[in-house]
């Protein structure tokens, strides 16, 4: 069973930046594609970003487009997402995900973590 834990949230200014990682356990995660996802109070949970097994393909959501950028590192089966420039609607909280390609992990991964709060005050 795969097990994906996030850290890394916390409270931070507008325009600050934060590092998201997520660390996988149970089975290598190497062959599978990996992404983020959020969801603020009120709303529906919304991608953010993937990528693809190895590092070499990701695809973002439009509002974080610029402003974050993912990375993993197959050796520590951890996947990350560098935020820069965060705003105010950027709070939400944060789930991890991983799944067998990115395009489907864009809409239907098979594994959730349990997501870390990020919180952006204007």
């Known amino acids: 069973q795969v097990q994906l834990v996030e850290s890394g949230g916390g409270l931070v200014q507008a325009g600050g930046s934060l590092r998201l990682s997520c660390a996988a356990s149970?089975?290598?995660?190497?062959?599978?594609?990996m992404g983020w996802f959020r969801q603020a109070p009120g709303k529906e949970r919304e991608f953010v970003a993937a990528i693809n097994w190895n590092g070499g393909d990701a695809v973002y959501a439009d509002p974080v487009k610029g402003r974050f950028t993912i990375s993993r590192d197959n050796a520590k089966n951890s996947m990350y997402l560098q935020m820069n420039s965060l705003k105010p609607e950027d709070t939400a909280v944060y789930y991890c995900a991983a799944g067998d390609a990115i395009r489907l992990v864009t809409t239907t991964p098979k594994y959730w973590g349990q997501g870390t709060q990020v919180t952006v005050s204007s």
């Open positions: 149970g089975r290598s995660l190497g062959d599978s594609a």
